[in-house]
């Protein structure tokens, strides 16, 4: 069974640039969830996708999108990147249920991004 | 608002001790509880999370926690410290009956002596 994946591993931008990190869903995984861990902090919820639709969002600006395709696989895009949008951005996938409460969310290991 | 507050960002035990690893919500309905470990340069791995029924939850690698709704509490416990415990330790709520999006607490970095 693969793990989640994410890429690319680290990635530095300046401000006012905008970039895309991708995810790639455990396997029979129809959920992805996206955070982001600031240094020294936990993860923030910016949001969530379920069969290809957004199915939840956290206080993020509109400048933070996301897509899921149909094999699951999952794209976060920032537009317009700002320096405290530096930080790890992890992204988890579940098998999405009638009980999202209680789906275990499966963590990659993040992409480190860093705006100069 | 829900939230999560874990108290002490740095707890250090020897190896063999005790690990109490302490965190709190504010809810105002029934939480869904969980911990999560991350070692240096990895994502997140569950370790045990509450959802209904036993109080007391048995996780991986010893680990476990008990719901205790008057103190609104889910610390985490260990009898014995192993060296390969070190890492950042989350306490994160669930309430949201659309996405699952989990709260988390600040983190806590258990430190394991020799």
């Known amino acids: 069974e693969t793990g989640v994946t994410q890429s690319p591993t680290h990635l530095i931008k300046t401000r006012g640039q905008q970039v895309t990190l991708r995810c790639s869903s455990q396997s029979g995984h129809n959920t992805v969830s996206w955070y982001q861990q600031a240094l020294g902090q936990g993860p923030q919820f910016i949001f969530q996708y379920y069969r290809e639709e957004e199915n939840g969002r956290g206080n993020f600006p509109p400048r933070f999108s996301g897509l899921q395709f149909p094999n699951y696989s999952s794209e976060l895009n920032v537009n317009a990147l700002e320096l405290d949008d530096s930080a790890l951005y992890l992204c988890?996938?579940?098998?999405?249920?009638?009980?999202?409460?209680?789906?275990?969310?499966?963590f990659g290991p993040g992409t480190r991004l860093t705006v100069l | 608002a829900q939230s999560v507050t874990q108290l002490g960002s740095h707890v250090s035990v020897s190896e063999g001790a005790l690990v109490l690893l302490r965190c709190n919500y504010s809810s105002s309905v029934p939480p869904y509880l969980f911990w999560y470990v991350q070692y240096p340069n990895q994502g997140l791995q569950l370790l045990l999370k509450?959802?209904?029924?036993?109080?007391l939850v048995k996780g991986i690698n010893g680990f476990e926690a008990e719901f205790k709704k008057s103190e609104t509490s889910f610390h985490l416990t260990k009898p014995s410290a192993h060296m390969s415990d070190a890492a950042e330790y989350f306490c994160?709520?669930?309430?949201?009956?659309?996405?699952?999006?989990?709260?988390f607490g600040q983190g806590t970095t258990l430190q394991v002596k020799p």
């Open positions: 509450y959802t209904t029924g036993a109080t």
């Open positions: 988890a996938s579940s098998f999405g249920t009638s009980g999202f409460l209680t789906d275990t969310q499966y």
């Open positions: 994160a709520v669930t309430l949201s009956s659309n996405t699952g999006k989990l709260i």
